[in-house]
């Protein structure tokens, strides 16, 4: 990439090194002991330990938003709409677009317009996905029509709720549909159900909490995402 007196400025170099593909966390990784962190005293018994700190989950985000801000420009030059997929990816969601704004103000030569939507899905009880996915806010989605759309998500793990999300959502006509996703799981027993366009992280098959992830609602309230110890599985456990 190059200007037109022909030298490359320092912000496209930087632009041309981060790398979009995800950071992959290795199965021999059972993460950093809790030891070396300040956890809320009210988790600490119910953690195993923490897989990625939360200074690590900020970077990475930059980065993806840098991505983001570069693919976009160049090949979406309107208004994108960033949609929010609630509960879980409400903090991922504030920093991405706060990060995509950071560029905004930073670029003197280029910049992305977006607006904000918000849905909700819902189908995990306890550690698994049921089988009844909730989607709640979709009759507001109708501002969608033609519109490049964006949808932002916490985790991918079966990749059940985002293609029944992705299928509803074509419903409305959009003219693209991207999904970035800030973790994407390896699951030993099948292959992820779609292809993200930006993901974060991927990480080995466990059921991680923090940064808004929660087990049956506990541990959004943490900052760091951490394996949960099987006694906290137990003890919050949703019993029929
Ligand atoms: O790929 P899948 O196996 O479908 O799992 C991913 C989904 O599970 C979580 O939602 P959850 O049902 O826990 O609702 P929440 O976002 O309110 O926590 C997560 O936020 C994703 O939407
Ligand atoms: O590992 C997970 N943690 C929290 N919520 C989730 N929803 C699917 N997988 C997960």
Sequence with gaps: MTTITGKTTLMQKRD???????????DEFVGYPLRYFNLPLHYRDDLQSVLIPYGLVQDRIEALASSI???????????LVCLCVLKGGYRFFS????????????????????SLE?????????????????????????????KNLIVVEDMIDTG???VALKKELEKFQPKSVKICTLFIKR?????????PDYVGFQIPDHFVVGYALDYNEYFRD???ICI?????????????
């Design 16 to 26: 041309s090194l981060i790398d979009s593909d995800p950071l992959v966390i290795p």
């Design 69 to 79: 801000f570069l693919d976009v420009h160049i090949h979406i030059p309107e208004q």
């Design 95 to 114: 920093d991405l677009v706060s990060k995509i704004q950071n560029e905004n103000r930073l670029q003197n030569d280029r910049s992305l317009p977006m």
């Design 118 to 146: 918000f849905i909700r899905c819902k189908s995990y009880v306890n550690d698994s996905s049921s089988e009844k996915l909730e989607i709640i806010g979709l009759s507001d989605l109708n501002s969608l029509k033609h």
């Design 160 to 162: 059940s709720t985002m």
């Design 187 to 195: 699951r030993k027993d099948k292959k992820c159900l779609l292809k």
């Design 222 to 224: 943490l900052e760091h």
């Design 228 to 240: 949960m110890e099987k006694s906290g599985i137990e003890k919050y456990k949703i019993k029929d």
